[in-house]
DNA sequence: CAGATAAAAGTAAACGTTTTCTGTATTTAA
DNA sequence: TTAAATACAGAAAACGTTTACTTTTATCTG
């Protein structure tokens, strides 16, 4: 590949000019730049980003890590992040860490050697790695989205989560059920505080749900196909209804309804968060939380954006409203409820 | 941030040798790595990889550029990509060119000027950009996935296209459909492909469709959502069945008929390209060709990796086989079929 | 047309690494 | 005990930019 040495040759000026008519921050003559221009032209000359990003201090790219990155929620996510970030020039480096703490650890140290102009992330767990302090200290421009960590101040954008988890399950009990299971996911802060709504809501109806009604797993289409598997191969057993607490659990209990032969609402109720686009032609259309992955990512960038441009930031905590989306999932247990309550 | 001098002065040596601890490669007394590798850790030193990119030229980073990256096909591709390589110590700088020549000329630029070690791309257009040939003498490592370019070589990955579009739709003719739409793409090379397989299918069948059953849009849901409009507002002159050539598409499609109050495969046939999985739980269960869009990734991902290490690469052109998933998306039109065959 | 001033272009240092080339301890052999 | 060999460690150049500083060239004024 061509230098700019290369091309201040070919035009007969010094590396300094070439530079100066690429920036276009110092005057040159017409005629220079005219030569300059033709001979970049020519050469087929492209400037190394590496050498600028050493000199400059500057990568303009950014680091996103999230959990995983085909869930059509960090997806949606990733896209508002890369389509508010573009037009400034920005572009983005994307990981998975699989809720993994260790690939997360590790990625950040990546994105730190890349000297990544800043990140944001959906961190695995709410007790942060060790790792995290460091972050802090090197005050690297860091939003967090969708989760939070416990005793450090990051900026974070995510979504209300509890309070509109005990509305959906308050609507599963005015429907009469009180065999309510729940299929979360395990360490993250949305997990924390979808169960906690979910227990705040069963508790305000006297109902203590057993221990085996409350499935942690991971957020992903396996948990939520087990959880389904295990439900309802004891039927007389079962929870009449179920909150999953995330889509693609709710997509995989779907699975295993389906697969024994059970219907949606006929057999068991479903609620679950979601994304209302997603589930269109889905039968039975899903009562949800329905969430604006897209929205937390804007807000991200914007954050992100501002403190890349020197504004001081005071740890803002952004929680977006959610509402509720009410689908065919749900109706009245067949059986008369069974006795959960003391 | 604490550079290798930082570390160096702190731990009473050169840097030169604080550079050889951390690479490992040199031989250095067991009592001063233990004195820089506490230098370190206790001033938190990172190495900037920005400056080892400059002397190594080597960034450890590959271009992934696709025309959406919402598009679970292209998200399933970036994933398999992405796990394929990272074991290997490669990241992903993922961007998409929104189908649009313009933003993928710009993105390569971008992809060259970052001085990336490869990428990995799904042409826009048939016919190549005027970027496209410089690339070529760069001779940057490139892979094309799912699509190709005239005229010009490049090792590419993409799944069998035309045949199974021709089956597709003459599954359709065997149920006795005479009047079949096809709703595709505009400028790749599987529109093109998908399209030619309709025509020999409808040729062989002795049928010529009038032009305007052949919507060419982009691949998304819009264009499936208006070309349903479209089809079913004059129900009497619409087709009996519609070929959508992408998953988007046909999503578009499907919420249209919807809509309309129109119902599949009732009062239309529909088959289209698709994702197994994504379909489950859709009513009805599309009649699809199967992609597999991770495969494509895995091996992009492998022969990219092959020409990284220096292998000579002999423009391999990778067409990997689709299979066709029956569903219930398809009946024998409702009345005679009418007649468009000359 | 000389001298002052403004404009344009050149020189060289710096960004933070890696690695070749040297130099100095330390070990080994005689 | 000394010469040769080996093992470590340092100095400095290089990667390709940007930019402060300096020098050259062009322009202006009287």
Redesign the pocket.
Known sequence: ?K???DVALYA??????V??V??G?Y???E???KRVLEAIGTLD?H??GV??S????KTYTLGVLVPDIANPYFVQLVRAVEASVEKLGYHLLVASSDEKASKESELIRVFLEKRLDGMIIAPVSVTPATDWPQLIVNALPIVLVDRILEGIMIDSVREESRQSSKELVTHLLGYGHRAIGIVNGRTSTTALERESGYREALQEAGIIPPEDFMVRGDYDHKTGYLAGKRFLSHKEQAPTAVFCTNNLIALGFLQAVHELGYRVPEDISIVSFGDPFEATFQSPKMTIVVQNPAEVGRYAAFMLLEKLDGKPGKNVEVILPTVIRLGDSVRAPREPAQMYSN
């Open positions: 590949m230098t700019l040495k007969g000026v010094s590396v300094a000019t530079s100066r690429i920036s921050n005057p040159v003559k005629t220079t730049r000359y400037p190394n050498a600028r050493l000199k400059n201090a």
